[in-house]
């Protein structure tokens, strides 16, 4: 495809690397949003973005941030700062990235599928859901308008091995956070000290509108486990949803709410939905394409 | 629309029982699975919750569940059982798509026109026909079709061509290829036979021979 | 005496072995390797153990083994009293190594195309997914004719150390985009094998039969 004009989406701080995935003096070449880009590492640790033209010259230079184990670009001015995850200036947290792995979906289809917990039972058996305690209790939706941030609190679910820290069962208590519509973190309670969450954060990369890149930083409480066993429990995490998320029909989001039928369960997808609607996007959107 | 026209998806004897299977037709997915007590059911491959393929799910009994939320729906299409919820009475709304499907002369059938009227191909007697294997050729299905006929063309016997291509063998036996267009790239071809050669022994042969029409055909 | 497997959870070879020490009811350590994005298999330090930089590698006795496949041998020809994973007779033996060769052949196309699409590993899609598609196809063909005979498996009347390793890659395949549709006997191969006691899955293929 060639780059979105949807200003929506290109206006928003959008992941494509990891830090230590390019090393000093080299580049990489990727794609946000249909723009093909060129990430250069500087000698130091600093790094470069530009356009790539259809010369295959490099052309405009692009706003560049590292945050979160991440490097950050954006093709337009954007409307918001990159989010503020305060658990990760936490010195005594293992902080992991997984590298990113590639999707065939659209941005959405990823970020709903980390909202949803009714998904739990069926396939993250004997990890995040019990194939005998399918039950998901009422939870909060939000629109946080100051930050312009969609929410879902008081969430709880029983998990059989809630991460790679936790022996045996219990209610897991969670709140989880949309922060851009390529972006969304999930706050767990796990451990005793009901202060103290393990921060898990999805930032998407869309390369086209239905292929996608997935990086997963976490900041981790646990003393105990490697930051690689912290990453295998994670990717094994995500390599079983990958199948569901390159299995949905169509790839593309539908707004409609009666094309795709949802239950209580879902209200944090049909908030999520409705917050897409309101602010207009329509990369990655069904009836916008199909329009 | 799709249009009204019956084609070939499967081997009867391909789809077990207790089983959801992926098949294309006219670029369209479609959920071909099987209650336990052998029921055929050709649905959209498209759960009505949040998209997922049927195809992937699986099957309890007499509901096909969706892999993802474990949703189960019967076979009139209505959802029933909603986990995350237990003590919910699904709304009649949440109904999965259902086209019209048929078993005869060994294969499964579908249609997948809103309303179909259009009758089946006509190969006679629905009894003694067994499977003999299905192959996927490269290209569309006039294409195919025209490579099957021109094939079998050069094996002893008659060859009638038409919506089902047949050959009537020197023993009697009456092989038949029904077609099932894919998408632009791909057409599927259902065989099964009738007659003397419709043993387990005569299966191997004639499957064996099958293969070697489509290698003969992907060569040319 | 401990069996050491050096594994990663996402790896399908890993998986095949994983897979035989369950059937076996073997107990075992896990090394876990960061195979990605770590790229610990290529270091130093796991060359010393495996001078190919592959994974799986099992540590049994005093052995140091790589190889998925002469993994599954060494397992099946140490522990399985009953030799019914790797029968020993001739009308048997012969066809059984032939499909665990393609298992470490021509199958490992589909993990080209799985490493590809999930972790971005710079190669040719197509000519992998059309490798790929060639090699189900002769599984496909060979499998129908078991099913002509009434039977299930690649050779003989029980799962084989052939089921075993061609197993995971063709279960996997979704992961490097190529679908099941054109492989009706395969299909009805991969859920007899996921119905069998002590089958476990891994992430990409799905717990539910």
Same mark, same amino acid.
């Given at each position: 495809?060639?780059?979105?004009?949807?200003?929506?989406?290109?206006?928003?701080?959008?992941?494509?690397?990891?830090?230590?995935?390019?090393?000093?003096?080299?580049?990489?070449?990727?794609? #946000?949003?249909?723009?093909?880009?060129?990430?250069?590492?500087?000698?130091?640790?600093?790094?470069?973005?530009?356009?790539?033209?259809?010369?295959?010259?490099?052309?405009?230079?692009?706003?560049?941030?590292?945050?979160?184990?991440?490097?950050?670009?954006?093709?337009?001015?954007?409307? =918001?700062?990159?989010?503020?995850?305060?658990?990760?200036?936490?010195?005594?947290?293992?902080?992991?990235?997984?590298?990113?792995?590639?999707?065939?979906?659209?941005?959405?289809?990823?970020?709903?599928?980390?909202?949803?917990?009714?998904?739990?039972?069926?396939?993250?058996?004997?990890?995040?859901?019990?194939?005998?305690?399918?039950?998901?209790? %009422?939870?909060?939706?939000?629109?946080?308008?100051?930050?312009?941030?969609?929410?879902?609190?008081?969430?709880?679910?029983?998990?059989?091995?809630?991460?790679?820290?936790?022996?045996?069962?219990?209610?897991?208590?969670?709140?989880?956070?949309? &922060?851009?519509?390529?972006?969304?973190?999930?706050?767990?309670?796990?451990?005793?000290?009901?202060?103290?969450?393990?921060?898990?954060?999805?930032?998407?990369?869309?390369?086209?509108?239905?292929?996608?890149?997935?990086?997963?930083?976490?900041?981790? #409480?646990?003393?105990?486990?490697?930051?690689?066993?912290?990453?295998?429990?994670?990717?094994?995490?995500?390599?079983?949803?990958?199948?569901?998320?390159?299995?949905?029909?169509?790839?593309?989001?539908?707004?409609?709410?009666?094309?795709?039928?949802?239950?209580?369960?879902?209200?944090?997808?049909?908030?999520?939905?409705?917050?897409?609607?309101?602010?207009?996007?329509?990369?990655?959107?069904?009836?916008?394409? +199909?329009? | 629309?799709?249009?009204?026209?019956?084609?070939?998806?499967?081997?009867?004897?391909?789809?077990?029982?207790?089983?959801?299977?992926?098949?294309?037709?006219?670029?369209?997915?479609?959920?071909?699975?099987?209650?336990?007590?052998?029921?055929?059911?050709?649905?959209?491959?498209?759960?009505?919750?949040?998209? &997922?393929?049927?195809?992937?799910?699986?099957?309890?009994?007499?509901?096909?569940?969706?892999?993802?939320?474990?949703?189960?729906?019967?076979?009139?299409?209505?959802?029933?059982?909603?986990?995350?919820?237990?003590?919910?009475?699904?709304?009649?709304?949440?109904?999965?798509?259902?086209?019209?499907?048929?078993?005869?002369?060994?294969?499964?059938?579908?249609?997948?026109?809103?309303?179909?009227?259009?009758?089946?191909?006509?190969?006679?007697?629905?009894?003694?026909?067994?499977?003999?294997?299905?192959?996927?050729?490269?290209?569309?299905?006039?294409?195919?079709?025209?490579?099957?006929?021109?094939?079998?063309?050069?094996?002893?016997?008659?060859?009638?061509?038409?919506?089902?291509?047949?050959?009537?063998?020197?023993?009697?036996?009456?092989?038949?290829?029904?077609?099932?267009?894919?998408?632009?790239?791909?057409?599927?071809?259902?065989?099964?036979?009738?007659?003397?050669?419709?043993? +387990?022994?005569?299966?191997?042969?004639?499957?064996?021979?099958?293969?070697?029409?489509?290698?003969?055909?992907?060569?040319? | 005496?401990?069996?050491?497997?050096?594994?990663?959870?996402?790896?399908?070879?890993?998986?095949? #072995?994983?897979?035989?020490?369950?059937?076996?009811?073997?107990?075992?350590? =896990?090394?876990?390797?960061?195979?990605?994005?770590?790229?610990?298999?290529?270091?130093?330090?796991?060359?010393?153990?495996?001078?190919?930089?592959?994974?799986?590698?099992?540590?049994?006795?005093?052995?140091?083994?790589?190889? %998925?496949?002469?993994?599954?041998?060494?397992?099946?020809?140490?522990?399985?009293?009953?030799?019914?994973?790797?029968?020993?007779?001739?009308?048997?033996?012969?066809?059984?190594?032939?499909?665990?060769?393609?298992?470490?052949?021509?199958?490992?196309?589909?993990?080209?195309?799985?490493?590809?699409?999930?972790?971005?590993?710079?190669?040719?899609?197509?000519?992998?997914?059309?490798?790929?598609?060639?090699?189900?196809?002769?599984?496909?063909?060979?499998?129908?004719?078991?099913?002509?005979?009434?039977?299930?498996?690649?050779?003989?009347?029980?799962?084989?150390?052939?089921?075993?390793?061609?197993?995971?890659?063709?279960?996997?395949?979704?992961?490097?985009?190529?679908?099941?549709?054109?492989?009706?006997?395969?299909?009805?191969?991969?859920?007899?094998?996921?119905?069998?006691?002590?089958?476990?899955?891994?992430?990409?293929?799905?717990?539910?039969?």
């Amino acid at each position: 495809m060639t780059a979105t004009t949807d200003p929506v989406a290109r206006n928003e701080w959008i992941a494509c690397g990891w830090l230590g995935q390019i090393r000093p003096g080299a580049s990489h070449d990727t794609m #946000v949003l249909g723009q093909p880009i060129r990430i250069t590492r500087k000698a130091g640790d600093g790094y470069r973005i530009a356009e790539i033209g259809e010369d295959g010259a490099e052309g405009r230079e692009l706003p560049v941030q590292t945050r979160y184990t991440c490097i950050f670009t954006t093709l337009g001015e954007p409307s =918001r700062p990159l989010p503020e995850i305060a658990e990760f200036d936490e010195p005594d947290r293992i902080v992991v990235g997984c590298g990113n792995v590639g999707v065939n979906t659209s941005p959405y289809r990823l970020v709903e599928n980390f909202l949803d917990m009714a998904h739990f039972s069926f396939i993250h058996v004997d990890t995040l859901g019990a194939t005998d305690k399918t039950e998901v209790l %009422a939870y909060r939706t939000e629109h946080r308008k100051d930050v312009d941030e969609i929410w879902a609190v008081d969430c709880t679910f029983f998990q059989p091995a809630a991460s790679k820290a936790v022996k045996g069962g219990q209610m897991t208590r969670y709140q989880y956070r949309v &922060m851009s519509p390529f972006s969304v973190m999930l706050y767990k309670n796990i451990s005793e000290d009901s202060d103290r969450n393990d921060a898990i954060c999805v930032f998407i990369q869309p390369l086209t509108e239905t292929r996608c890149l997935a990086y997963m930083p976490m900041a981790i #409480v646990d003393n105990e486990n490697t930051a690689a066993d912290i990453a295998d429990f994670q990717q094994s995490i995500f390599l079983q949803d990958r199948v569901i998320l390159e299995n949905q029909r169509p790839a593309l989001l539908p707004l409609d709410p009666t094309y795709e039928l949802p239950t209580r369960a879902d209200a944090s997808s049909i908030a999520f939905r409705r917050w897409l609607k309101a602010m207009d996007i329509r990369f990655g959107i069904y009836e916008k394409q +199909a329009a | 629309m799709p249009p009204d026209q019956w084609n070939a998806v499967a081997l009867d004897s391909q789809i077990r029982a207790s089983s959801s299977n992926p098949v294309i037709v006219n670029d369209y997915a479609v959920a071909l699975w099987r209650s336990a007590s052998g029921q055929v059911n050709a649905w959209e491959d498209r759960c009505p919750h949040r998209g &997922m393929r049927l195809s992937l799910g699986f099957v309890e009994g007499e509901q096909l569940r969706c892999i993802y939320h474990g949703w189960g729906y019967a076979p009139d299409g209505q959802c029933r059982q909603i986990p995350a919820h237990p003590d919910l009475t699904p709304p009649k709304t949440i109904c999965a798509r259902r086209h019209a499907v048929e078993r005869r002369y060994g294969l499964i059938w579908t249609n997948l026109a809103d309303d179909p009227q259009a009758a089946l191909p006509d190969l006679g007697a629905d009894e003694g026909w067994v499977a003999v294997r299905s192959i996927f050729l490269t290209g569309g299905v006039q294409e195919a079709r025209k490579a099957v006929a021109g094939d079998l063309a050069e094996w002893d016997g008659t060859v009638s061509d038409g919506d089902v291509v047949t050959l009537e063998m020197p023993d009697g036996t009456r092989l038949a290829a029904a077609f099932q267009p894919v998408d632009a790239g791909s057409t599927g071809v259902h065989f099964v036979a009738r007659g003397p050669a419709a043993t +387990a022994e005569g299966r191997h042969g004639l499957a064996r021979q099958v293969v070697q029409l489509r290698n003969r055909i992907e060569n040319n | 005496m401990t069996i050491t497997l050096h594994d990663y959870s996402l790896s399908g070879s890993c998986y095949k #072995v994983r897979l035989m020490l369950g059937f076996l009811g073997l107990d075992y350590d =896990r090394r876990q390797v960061d195979f990605y994005p770590g790229r610990q298999h290529k270091r130093p330090e796991f060359l010393a153990i495996n001078p190919l930089g592959q994974l799986p590698v099992l540590e049994d006795d005093g052995l140091v083994l790589r190889d %998925a496949q002469a993994i599954l041998c060494h397992l099946a020809n140490r522990y399985d009293g009953g030799g019914t994973w790797l029968p020993r007779d001739p009308a048997r033996f012969g066809p059984v190594m032939m499909w665990l060769m393609f298992a470490g052949g021509e199958l490992m196309a589909a993990s080209s195309a799985r490493l590809h699409d999930v972790m971005s590993y710079d190669l040719d899609i197509d000519a992998a997914r059309r490798s790929a598609r060639a090699a189900f196809r002769v599984l496909d063909d060979h499998l129908t004719h078991r099913e002509i005979d009434g039977a299930t498996w690649i050779v003989g009347d029980h799962p084989t150390i052939a089921d075993l390793a061609c197993f995971p890659y063709v279960a996997l395949s979704g992961d490097g985009g190529i679908g099941h549709e054109e492989y009706p006997a395969i299909r009805n191969w991969l859920r007899e094998f996921r119905k069998l006691p002590g089958f476990h899955a891994m992430s990409g293929i799905p717990e539910y039969v």
